[in-house]
Structures are given as structure tokens and as C-alpha cells.
């Protein structure tokens, strides 16, 4: 298990304050009861509820009541499965009964919370492997015209063939270069169709009888070695411009589509050194598409469980850990502790080039509260965290400007 | 009084799109795409007491001569993101949006529809439209890969598709027991197959049934197979036109095919598009309606409709001046692409000969011919006249209820709420109040038994 260890002192956290007060961001990542496989079995957890708009739209208000840039929510396109465990094979779904399974559509969770929510930034996950660009596109724009300006979006790939076989189009997996190349064009194409509409292609010319200026719609002609698209989208152009992209860099067959595609990359973030290296990584992948001069914020990725101390907090894992008759293994980053030692951590993990962090509640129910009712106050205290919503948009909590579009006549020069 | 119970209405509201229906031109026209409008519109509905919001779908920019048309309305948001979003504003309102069969996989529209089920507690309703047109393939990886004559069978194979993934889960799996540890108490839940024609997948369902179990199923279309289609497969079809006769026939023939499905008559609910206008007097309502029609056909429009018949270029014309005396141009080429009017007119010779006919008896410009020929309002009076040709209508069984096209965005459906509503109330022919929850209750509809047995295998 790769839990952090507490960190070390409080004086520490106050040097990196005063050294860098730049704000940090701050998004949590949500799916099911939690990110521990038990956490549907702690009280408070509401287990009965998961397929309900009532349970999603709770979680989402407690985040804006954090001030947090954002909520994510997980999603796949297949059962959920615990690695190996499966009688129908590493690659089925398992047999187990004992842990959360079904999950509703990210980005329609997503679009049911935004009329009850103001602030927050709503990041459906959605899987590129098997959709449609075209369809995602116009879904995003519309979860930005639903939100106001609040759309982003988490692009993951699949190479899982129980997942392929939901869709049977693909008789084999992809490799996995070959699914984020996949994915990077899809993104591609879902930027090009947000910018087919110049943002006054309506122009409602009662004069000529015109409803749009045909001149501001254009065709995006992506040719691709998955697919085609031909445009414009049928979605005016979205009021962020672009929606915010966001992708996973985990590993180096991702870091290309981090890269290449993204304004927010998610990296693990287990200690100082991997993250460092991989942010390096990431950086030297975007000089070399020369998209180096636009803003990139890379986030650290961390599952959280949040206790009054370290004991308390280690205790309760090992409580979930008995209750799921395994150690949690989530494969990712995991930090057990005092939202005080949070608080440190964040801030010293920070300096290898991070941003922002994506927390993961290992229970909502409870990690959930505690970020936005204890680390939140204690950032604040440190003068890194916002004590107010300062921008209606999810690109303007990200300090990220409205981009132009691409397809726009320039002024004559 | 030995007269038989009165029929109960059922009024739905299509959201005004992307057609020349809708006026664009008239000061109270609002913004198609602000969510504010969708709201108001919804809500007015839902005010009302409607049975469901419907809204259209289109998957590409329509184009005339070779340019994006843009004389109409144009643009609209992604039905999934707008109905989900919808369902946070409003509490009874059936969720109804039409998605396309052939562009997209079942899996991921069945997927779509249970969780809108789920976070509209049982709201959702699903019209099932297919297509073949290259034209949309092309924003799409498939292409415009299906074969005209296979539309009906790869929807009905996408819809029998559907409901095996809607089945793969009975409703009774989730335990979400903490204490037992048992979260499902079927470790198989979700599990299908599915070998077909179009299909041939398999594997795990991930959206826990939902509580109307499927959604709502409409279906349009008036050809033999769509009917068909609608007598096997759906809840609900649009109906041809909303006319005694033309209505009454309609009606009788689909209701007539249910039988050997094994089908009740009430098990499918017939709701021609209607449309309306409203007056203090129907005088004023007629002089309302006239004055409608000639914003919704421009000069400009009426060339570019002529065009759909002659298929070629027929800028040069004048629409105040007469039909033009050339023939229209039979081929494969089509001068207007994406528009489903286009392909009405099955023997265009003959249609330009009946107009010019009829031009020169009546002495009517390109304009008028065109207003005249096009389809004219349903209901057009005062609230009272309407409120008595909806009730007569249903009543005599030319249609179960209505689903309304207003023709300004988003309050065109505001009076009719206001004033045509209370009088089919007080007819005792309308709602005054939700009698349950899910649109299944609206519409009288049960809720579906999962199929017995998980796996679905077309023959």
C-alpha cells in the first residue's frame, strides 16, 4: 500500500506559504459510496441512494459549500470489476457481491446537479474508446449552456474487451498508444466543433431574412484513423469557448494525450520524485507540440482519508480495510491523516509542479465533509484558498482565459 | 345520461425548433439554446398539467444549393444534456427526446435512457427514429453505412436490442445491506447477449433498473412498416394529422394492428403533432393566423420550398410572381440536404404540374401556393373553439391527445395554458391535477415486467 507517511511538521507547511502564495486549486473526484471498495458499508454512506439525483445533487452542493474548482464524476462503460478476481477472467466483471456495482451516466449526473448548483465546475468522465465525437461534443457544449460556463470533461480510453464486447464493432483491443492516439483525436474533433460556431453566427437578420451568418458556421473535415467527422456541430459554440479537457497522465502512453489535448492533466500523486518526473515528462511532451505558451495545469491525484489524526485516520482504514477482507490497493495515490497534515502535504507536493490536486474521498460520506469543513478552513488560514467564488466559469476559477476561435477571421493585419 | 365515460385527453409540448414553424422574427421570440427558455417552456407545461415536453433532434446542419441553410431557426443543444437538466427544474413532467437509432450504439442510448429514468424518477420517454442519410453519416465513424430498406429492422433490432440491456436487471438486485455485506444479492445482475443482424454483443448492463423500468417508447412514422413498427414495438406514435377524417382512419388502422401482438388498445396512445393559434375571438384568431403563416413563409422561404419539387436553383424567381413554367429536375441529386420534407415528393413532375393547376385556378403567387399547400394550423379560434376541436377530436377518436408545436420560443405555449387548459378541465377531459408520478402514470401505461430469462437472442 503506498500511503504517505504524516508529514512531518507544521513549520514546514508555513515556509512553503510564505514562499509561494499563489492560490491552490482544488477538485474531488466522485463514484459511488467512495474510493474504498468498503465504503459503502460505513454509516453515512447511503448505499440506497446511489442511483438517485437527490444523493448526487447533495455531493455537489457540499463541494460548492467547500469552494472547490470542481466535482468529477467516474464513470465507465462497463460493470465495475475488482482486478483478477473474476470467474470470467482478469478481464470480466467478477462475481462479487460485496461491493458497489452499477453506476449511472457522468454526464447526465452532471446535467441533472447544474440548475441546483451556481459555482462549481461539473467534470462528467466520459470514455472516448467507444463514443461518438459528435455527440460527446454537443453534450459538453450543452452541459456548458445548462451550467453557464461550468462544463469540462475527464477523456479516459478503455482497452478492456468485456467492454468492447457492449459495443461489438471492435473485433480486438486497441494498444494502448494506439487508444489515447484514438482519444487525442477525438478531443480534436470535439474542439474543432465547439469553435464551428463563431460565437455571433446567430445574427436573427430580420432585414435579409437570415437567422445565421452562414460565413461564421464551419466545416471541421477531421480525418482521423478511427474516424471522420465533417461539422459544423449542431450545438451553438459553448459560453466557455472550450469547455475545460481534462486526461489522466498516468504512465507514459497517456502522457502524449496530456499533452497534446488537455488545459488540466491528473497525475498521480504518490510522492515528490514520481510526480516531479512526471510532470517533466508532460512538460517536454507539450514543448514538443508546440502548444507550450498555452496554460496547462497539471494536478496531483490523491485518495483521501480524513481524520482527526493520523491514528484515527489509519484506524479507520484498516477498519475498511477488515471489512473488505483486503488492504486497500486502489492503485493510486493515498493519503491517511489530519486535514491539518493534508494541508502540508498539499502544499509541499505542490512545489514538484503541481497546481492543483483532485482529491478522492475514500468515503464520501464522511472524506467528503472533511475536505470542505476542514481542509478548506485550514488553506484558507494559510492564505492559499479562495474565500469566495471569484469567476461564474470553471475556466475562470482555473485562471484559464476564454479561448479564441480558431475558425474566426482575423482582423486584417 | 347513458353516454359512454369521456376520454381522457392527454396534451403534450414540443419545444419549437428548428423548422419555419418557428418564427424567429416576431419580437417575443427568445433564445432556442438559453436554458432559461427550456425552463419556462417546461414549467408551462408542467403548470398546465401536460403528460410530457418533447424535444427533436437533428445530427446535422441542413443545407440547400450547396450552403448551410439559414433562413430558419438553426442550432439546437444535445437532447440527453437538456432533458437531464430539466429534471432538476420541474417534478411530473415526462422527458421526451427523440435519438437516433442508426448513429448511435445500444449500449450507450440504453444506458443514456436508464439513467435519465433514474434521476427524473421515471420521467423519461424515448422516440425512436432511425435514418440511412449519408449526408448525417458523414459527422459520424460509421458513416452512411446502412441500406435504405434495413432503417426499420436495424431500429426494431436497436429497440428488441434496448430492452434486453433495460431487462438485464429485474429490479430486485440491489441489497445495499451494510451490516450483511451484500451489496447485490445477484452477482449476475446486468448480464446479456444479444446476436441479431445489426448486433451481436454481450456482457453487463451497468444502470440498476430504473423505476419505470423502460423508458417511454414513441415511434413516428406513417408508412406501413412504421405503423408496424409502432404496433409491435411502442407506447405511443405520432399521428398523421390532426383531422376528423384523415385522423379517425389513421387511428383505427394502427389501433387495429395491435391485436396480434398480443396488444390492448389502450396499450398505445395516438398523438398527431398539432398546432394552434389563439384569438380573443376566432376572427381575430383567423387574422392571427394568416398574419403567422406569412412570417412563417417568407418570399425567400417559398423559393427555397419550391426548390424541394423542382430541385434545382430557383433564386431568379420572384415568390410574388408565378410558378415556374420549367420542369423539375429528376435525378439522384437532391438541391436540399437533411430535410425530411424533401422526401415527400415522391414524383415531382406530377406535384409541379398539380401546383401550377392549382396556381392558375386560384390565381396564387409562388408565396401563397406555398402557404397554402403546407401544412396550416391544427386549432386556430378562440380558447373555447379550441378547447371544443381538441375534445371533439379525441372523443371521436381521431386521437388520444395532442403534442403541441407553438411556434414562438419559449412562450408560446403560455396562453394556451392559461386559457384552453381550465376549459378542457372544466369539460372534465383534462387532468387538474398529477394522478401519480412517472409519465407510465400520465399516459396509463404499465410498467413493464422484465422478460423472463437474461439472454435476448434475435432469431
Given at each position: 500500500?503506498?500511503?504517505f507517511?504524516?508529514?512531518?511538521?507544521?513549520?514546514?507547511?508555513?515556509?512553503?506559504?510564505?514562499?509561494s502564495?499563489?492560490?491552490?486549486?482544488?477538485?474531488?473526484?466522485?463514484?459511488g459510496?467512495?474510493r474504498?471498495?468498503?465504503?459503502?458499508?460505513?454509516?453515512?454512506?447511503?448505499p440506497?441512494?446511489?442511483?438517485?439525483?437527490?444523493?448526487?445533487?447533495?455531493?455537489?452542493a457540499?463541494a460548492?459549500?467547500?469552494?472547490?474548482?470542481?466535482?468529477?464524476?467516474?464513470?465507465?462503460?462497463?460493470?465495475?470489476?475488482?482486478?483478477?478476481?473474476?470467474?470470467?477472467?482478469?478481464?470480466?466483471p467478477?462475481?462479487?457481491?460485496?461491493?458497489?456495482r452499477?453506476?449511472?451516466?457522468?454526464?447526465?449526473?452532471?446535467?441533472?446537479?447544474?440548475?441546483?448548483?451556481?459555482?462549481?465546475?461539473?467534470?462528467?468522465?466520459?470514455?472516448?474508446?467507444?463514443?461518438?465525437?459528435?455527440?460527446?461534443?454537443?453534450?459538453?457544449?450543452?452541459?456548458?449552456?445548462?451550467?453557464?460556463?461550468?462544463a469540462?470533461?475527464?477523456?479516459?480510453?478503455?482497452?478492456?474487451?468485456?467492454?468492447?464486447?457492449?459495443?461489438?464493432?471492435?473485433?480486438?483491443?486497441?494498444?494502448?498508444?494506439?487508444?489515447?492516439a484514438?482519444?487525442?483525436?477525438?478531443?480534436?474533433?470535439?474542439?474543432?466543433?465547439?469553435?464551428s460556431?463563431?460565437?455571433?453566427?446567430?445574427?436573427?437578420?430580420?432585414?435579409?431574412?437570415?437567422f445565421?451568418?452562414?460565413?461564421?458556421?464551419?466545416?471541421?473535415?477531421?480525418?482521423?484513423?478511427?474516424f471522420?467527422?465533417?461539422g459544423?456541430?449542431?450545438?451553438?459554440r459553448?459560453?466557455?469557448?472550450q469547455?475545460?479537457?481534462?486526461?489522466?497522465?498516468?504512465?507514459e502512453?497517456?502522457?502524449a494525450?496530456?499533452?497534446?489535448s488537455?488545459d488540466?492533466?491528473?497525475?498521480?500523486?504518490?510522492?515528490?520524485d514520481?510526480t516531479?518526473?512526471?510532470?517533466?515528462?508532460?512538460?517536454?511532451?507539450?514543448?514538443?507540440?508546440?502548444?507550450?505558451?498555452?496554460?496547462?495545469?497539471?494536478?496531483?491525484?490523491?485518495?483521501?482519508?480524513?481524520?482527526?489524526?493520523?491514528?484515527?485516520?489509519a484506524?479507520?482504514?484498516e477498519?475498511?480495510?477488515?471489512?473488505?477482507?483486503l488492504?486497500?490497493?486502489?492503485?493510486?495515490?493515498?493519503?491517511?491523516?489530519?486535514?491539518?497534515?493534508?494541508?502540508?502535504?498539499?502544499?509541499?507536493?505542490?512545489?514538484?509542479?503541481?497546481?492543483?490536486f483532485?482529491?478522492?474521498?475514500?468515503?464520501?460520506?464522511?472524506?467528503?465533509?472533511?475536505?470542505?469543513?476542514?481542509l478548506?478552513?485550514e488553506l484558507?488560514?494559510?492564505?492559499v484558498?479562495?474565500?469566495?467564488?471569484e469567476?461564474?466559469?470553471?475556466?475562470?476559477?482555473?485562471?484559464?482565459?476564454?479561448?479564441?476561435?480558431?475558425?474566426?477571421?482575423?482582423?486584417?493585419a | 345520461?347513458?353516454?359512454?365515460?369521456?376520454?381522457?385527453?392527454?396534451?403534450?409540448?414540443?419545444?419549437?425548433?428548428?423548422?419555419?414553424?418557428?418564427?424567429?422574427?416576431?419580437?417575443?421570440?427568445?433564445?432556442?439554446?438559453d436554458?432559461?427558455?427550456?425552463?419556462?417552456?417546461?414549467?408551462?407545461?408542467?403548470?398546465?398539467?401536460?403528460d410530457?415536453?418533447?424535444?427533436?433532434?437533428?445530427?446535422r446542419?441542413?443545407?440547400?444549393?450547396?450552403?448551410?441553410?439559414?433562413?430558419?431557426?438553426v442550432?439546437?443543444?444535445?437532447?440527453?444534456?437538456?432533458?437531464?437538466?430539466?429534471?432538476?427544474?420541474?417534478?411530473?413532467?415526462?422527458?421526451?427526446?427523440?435519438i437516433?437509432?442508426?448513429?448511435?450504439?445500444?449500449?450507450?442510448?440504453?444506458?443514456?435512457?436508464?439513467?435519465?429514468?433514474?434521476?427524473?424518477?421515471?420521467?423519461?420517454?424515448?422516440?425512436?427514429?432511425?435514418?440511412?442519410?449519408a449526408?448525417?453519416g458523414?459527422?459520424?465513424?460509421?458513416?452512411?453505412?446502412?441500406?435504405?430498406?434495413?432503417?426499420?429492422?436495424?431500429?426494431?433490432?436497436?429497440?428488441?436490442?434496448?430492452?434486453?440491456?433495460?431487462?438485464?436487471?429485474?429490479?430486485?438486485?440491489?441489497?445495499?445491506?451494510?451490516?450483511?455485506?451484500?451489496?447485490?444479492?445477484?452477482?449476475?445482475?446486468?448480464?446479456?447477449?444479444?446476436?441479431?443482424?445489426?448486433?451481436?454483443?454481450e456482457?453487463?448492463?451497468?444502470?440498476?433498473?430504473?423505476p419505470?423500468?423502460?423508458?417511454?417508447?414513441?415511434?413516428?412514422?406513417d408508412?406501413?412498416?412504421g405503423?408496424?413498427?409502432?404496433?409491435s414495438?411502442?407506447?405511443?406514435?405520432?399521428?398523421?394529422?390532426?383531422?376528423l377524417?384523415?385522423?379517425?382512419?389513421?387511428?383505427?388502422?394502427?389501433?387495429?394492428r395491435?391485436?396480434?401482438?398480443?396488444?390492448t388498445?389502450?396499450?398505445?396512445?395516438?398523438?398527431?403533432?398539432?398546432?394552434?393559434?389563439?384569438?380573443?375571438?376566432?376572427?381575430?384568431?383567423?387574422?392571427?393566423?394568416?398574419?403567422?403563416?406569412?412570417?412563417?413563409?417568407?418570399?425567400?422561404?417559398?423559393?427555397k420550398?419550391?426548390e424541394?419539387?423542382?430541385?434545382?436553383?430557383?433564386?431568379?424567381?420572384?415568390?410574388?410572381?408565378p410558378?415556374?413554367?420549367?420542369?423539375p429536375?429528376?435525378?439522384?441529386n437532391?438541391?436540399a440536404?437533411?430535410?425530411?420534407?424533401v422526401?415527400q415528393?415522391?414524383?415531382?413532375l406530377?406535384?409541379?404540374?398539380q401546383?401550377?393547376?392549382?396556381?392558375?385556378?386560384?390565381?396564387?403567387?409562388?408565396?401563397?401556393?406555398?402557404?397554402?399547400t403546407t401544412?396550416d394550423?391544427?386549432?386556430?379560434?378562440?380558447?373555447?373553439t379550441?378547447?371544443?376541436?381538441?375534445?371533439?377530436?379525441?372523443?371521436?377518436d381521431?386521437?388520444?391527445?395532442?403534442?403541441?408545436?407553438?411556434?414562438?420560443?419559449?412562450?408560446?405555449?403560455?396562453?394556451?395554458?392559461?386559457?384552453?387548459?381550465?376549459?378542457?378541465?372544466?369539460?372534465?377531459?383534462?387532468?387538474?391535477?398529477?394522478?401519480?408520478?412517472t409519465?407510465?402514470?400520465?399516459?396509463?401505461?404499465?410498467?413493464?415486467?422484465?422478460?423472463?430469462?437474461?439472454?435476448?437472442?434475435?432469431s
Amino acid at each position: 500500500m503506498s500511503s504517505f507517511p504524516p508529514a512531518s511538521t507544521s513549520a514546514s507547511a508555513s515556509a512553503f506559504t510564505s514562499a509561494s502564495s499563489a492560490p491552490l486549486h482544488l477538485g474531488v473526484a466522485l463514484d459511488g459510496a467512495g474510493r474504498h471498495p468498503a465504503a459503502w458499508r460505513e454509516p453515512g454512506a447511503r448505499p440506497g441512494e446511489l442511483f438517485t439525483a437527490r444523493y448526487w445533487a447533495g455531493l455537489a452542493a457540499e463541494a460548492e459549500t467547500g469552494l472547490l474548482d470542481f466535482v468529477s464524476f467516474e464513470d465507465s462503460l462497463t460493470l465495475q470489476s475488482s482486478p483478477a478476481d473474476g470467474p470470467e477472467g482478469p478481464d470480466g466483471p467478477d462475481g462479487r457481491t460485496d461491493r458497489v456495482r452499477g453506476r449511472l451516466d457522468a454526464v447526465l449526473v452532471a446535467a441533472r446537479v447544474a440548475p441546483l448548483t451556481r459555482h462549481i465546475g461539473l467534470v462528467p468522465a466520459v470514455t472516448a474508446t467507444h463514443t461518438e465525437p459528435f455527440h460527446i461534443s454537443k453534450a459538453i457544449a450543452t452541459l456548458d449552456h445548462v451550467s453557464r460556463g461550468r462544463a469540462g470533461l475527464w477523456i479516459q480510453v478503455s482497452g478492456l474487451p468485456d467492454e468492447a464486447r457492449h459495443f461489438g464493432r471492435r473485433t480486438g483491443p486497441l494498444e494502448e498508444a494506439e487508444l489515447h492516439a484514438e482519444a487525442a483525436d477525438h478531443v480534436e474533433v470535439i474542439r474543432r466543433l465547439w469553435d464551428s460556431w463563431e460565437d455571433d453566427a446567430e445574427i436573427r437578420d430580420v432585414a435579409t431574412g437570415r437567422f445565421v451568418d452562414r460565413d461564421k458556421l464551419h466545416y471541421i473535415d477531421f480525418e482521423g484513423r478511427h474516424f471522420s467527422v465533417r461539422g459544423p456541430s449542431i450545438t451553438p459554440r459553448p459560453p466557455q469557448g472550450q469547455p475545460v479537457v481534462g486526461a489522466s497522465g498516468d504512465g507514459e502512453a497517456s502522457y502524449a494525450l496530456v499533452a497534446r489535448s488537455t488545459d488540466v492533466g491528473y497525475v498521480p500523486a504518490h510522492d515528490g520524485d514520481g510526480t516531479r518526473a512526471a510532470v517533466a515528462a508532460i512538460r517536454r511532451a507539450r514543448e514538443a507540440t508546440g502548444l507550450a505558451a498555452q496554460p496547462l495545469h497539471l494536478f496531483g491525484d490523491l485518495t483521501v482519508f480524513l481524520d482527526a489524526d493520523a491514528p484515527a485516520a489509519a484506524a479507520r482504514l484498516e477498519r475498511l480495510d477488515a471489512l473488505a477482507g483486503l488492504p486497500y490497493g486502489g492503485g493510486g495515490a493515498v493519503f491517511t491523516g489530519s486535514p491539518g497534515e493534508l494541508a502540508d502535504l498539499l502544499l509541499e507536493r505542490r512545489e514538484a509542479g503541481l497546481s492543483g490536486f483532485v482529491l478522492r474521498p475514500g468515503v464520501i460520506g464522511h472524506d467528503l465533509p472533511a475536505i470542505t469543513r476542514d481542509l478548506v478552513p485550514e488553506l484558507q488560514r494559510r492564505g492559499v484558498f479562495r474565500r469566495a467564488y471569484e469567476a461564474d466559469t470553471l475556466r475562470g476559477l482555473l485562471g484559464l482565459d476564454r479561448p479564441a476561435n480558431r475558425y474566426a477571421a482575423h482582423p486584417a493585419a | 345520461m347513458t353516454s359512454k365515460p369521456l376520454k381522457q385527453i392527454h396534451l403534450a409540448a414540443h419545444f419549437p425548433g428548428v423548422n419555419n414553424t418557428t418564427v424567429w422574427s416576431d419580437p417575443a421570440a427568445g433564445s432556442h439554446i438559453d436554458f432559461d427558455s427550456f425552463v419556462h417552456f417546461a414549467r408551462t407545461a408542467e403548470r398546465a398539467r401536460f403528460d410530457f415536453l418533447f424535444l427533436a433532434e437533428g445530427l446535422r446542419l441542413r443545407e440547400q444549393g450547396g450552403q448551410i441553410y439559414d433562413l430558419d431557426v438553426v442550432g439546437r443543444p444535445d437532447t440527453f444534456t437538456v432533458l437531464a437538466a430539466l429534471a432538476a427544474v420541474t417534478e411530473r413532467l415526462g422527458l421526451t427526446g427523440t435519438i437516433n437509432s442508426t448513429f448511435n450504439e445500444p449500449y450507450e442510448v440504453a444506458r443514456q435512457f436508464a439513467t435519465l429514468d433514474h434521476l427524473s424518477e421515471g420521467r423519461a420517454a424515448w422516440n425512436v427514429v432511425t435514418s440511412w442519410d449519408a449526408f448525417t453519416g458523414e459527422n459520424f465513424r460509421r458513416g452512411g453505412f446502412l441500406p435504405r430498406e434495413e432503417r426499420y429492422s436495424r431500429a426494431k433490432e436497436f429497440l428488441e436490442t434496448a430492452n434486453g440491456l433495460f431487462d438485464s436487471w429485474n429490479g430486485t438486485e440491489i441489497a445495499a445491506d451494510p451490516g450483511a455485506g451484500v451489496f447485490l444479492r445477484d452477482a449476475r445482475a446486468g448480464a446479456f447477449a444479444h446476436r441479431g443482424q445489426h448486433f451481436d454483443i454481450e456482457g453487463r448492463f451497468n444502470v440498476p433498473r430504473s423505476p419505470q423500468g423502460r423508458p417511454v417508447i414513441f415511434q413516428a412514422g406513417d408508412s406501413d412498416e412504421g405503423r408496424e413498427f409502432a404496433a409491435s414495438s411502442a407506447d405511443a406514435i405520432f399521428g398523421r394529422d390532426g383531422t376528423l377524417e384523415a385522423g379517425r382512419a389513421f387511428y383505427a388502422d394502427v389501433k387495429g394492428r395491435l391485436a396480434k401482438y398480443g396488444r390492448t388498445h389502450d396499450e398505445l396512445k395516438i398523438l398527431p403533432a398539432a398546432t394552434f393559434v389563439l384569438g380573443d375571438t376566432d376572427a381575430e384568431a383567423h387574422e392571427i393566423a394568416h398574419e403567422v403563416r406569412r412570417r412563417q413563409v417568407s418570399g425567400q422561404t417559398a423559393i427555397k420550398f419550391l426548390e424541394h419539387v423542382w430541385n434545382r436553383d430557383l433564386s431568379a424567381y420572384d415568390p410574388d410572381g408565378p410558378l415556374p413554367d420549367i420542369d423539375p429536375e429528376v435525378g439522384e441529386n437532391t438541391v436540399a440536404l437533411g430535410r425530411a420534407s424533401v422526401r415527400q415528393f415522391r414524383d415531382p413532375l406530377e406535384t409541379a404540374r398539380q401546383w401550377r393547376r392549382l396556381a392558375e385556378a386560384k390565381n396564387l403567387s409562388i408565396r401563397e401556393l406555398v402557404i397554402s399547400t403546407t401544412a396550416d394550423q391544427t386549432f386556430v379560434g378562440s380558447a373555447a373553439t379550441v378547447a371544443e376541436q381538441i375534445d371533439t377530436l379525441v372523443q371521436a377518436d381521431a386521437a388520444d391527445g395532442f403534442i403541441l408545436v407553438p411556434h414562438i420560443t419559449p412562450g408560446g405555449l403560455d396562453d394556451f395554458a392559461d386559457t384552453v387548459v381550465p376549459l378542457l378541465q372544466e369539460r372534465g377531459v383534462f387532468r387538474t391535477e398529477y394522478a401519480g408520478t412517472t409519465l407510465r402514470d400520465h399516459l396509463g401505461l404499465d410498467v413493464p415486467r422484465p422478460a423472463s430469462g437474461r439472454q435476448t437472442v434475435a432469431s
